[in-house]
C-alpha cells in the first residue's frame, strides 16, 4: 500500500480521537420521575405503603371483601393499608370499611382525586362502596 498524506492521516486521527471521546464520555440521562400513585383511570386504589408506594389494589366497582370479592387484594389479609387514591371518574367518593360487607369501622370517605396517607400504621381494610 501507498504512504498516507499527512493530510489524511490527519483527519484519520481527529476522527478516531472523536470516535474514543463519544465512546469513554458518560452518557448524560436523566430518568423521568416515576409517579408512585399508579392507579387505573376510574379505580380506587389501596396500596402497602405511604405515599402510593408497593404494589396497589384496585377497584373500579364496589367490593364487600377484598378478600374473596371482585378483585382480591392478596396483601390486604397481613398488610395494613397506609395509602390510598381515589381516581374514579364519577365524582363519587369512597367510602372504606374494616370489615366485610361494608361493617365495622367507616374509616375514611375518600373525595374523587384525593391521594390520602392513612394515620399511624395504617389500618387494615377489608371492604369499600363508591358512596359515603
Known sequence: MGQLT???RTVI???AAALVGTLAAPAS???APVDPWTCTPGAFCAYPQD????????WQIDDPDWRSGSSVC???????VQSVFNNGTS???VSIWTKAGMKGTKVL???KGQKLNLK?????????????
Open 120 to 132: 399511624g400504621a395504617g389500618t387494615f381494610i377489608r371492604s369499600h362502596t363508591w358512596k359515603c
Open 51 to 58: 405515599n402510593g408506594k408497593g404494589s396497589p389494589c384496585g
Open 109 to 111: 370517605c375518600v373525595r
Open 29 to 31: 440521562v436523566t430518568a
Open 91 to 93: 365524582g363519587a367518593p
Open 13 to 15: 486521527g481527529l476522527a
Open 6 to 8: 499527512r493530510r489524511t
Open 74 to 80: 392478596g396483601w390486604s389479609k397481613r398488610t395494613r
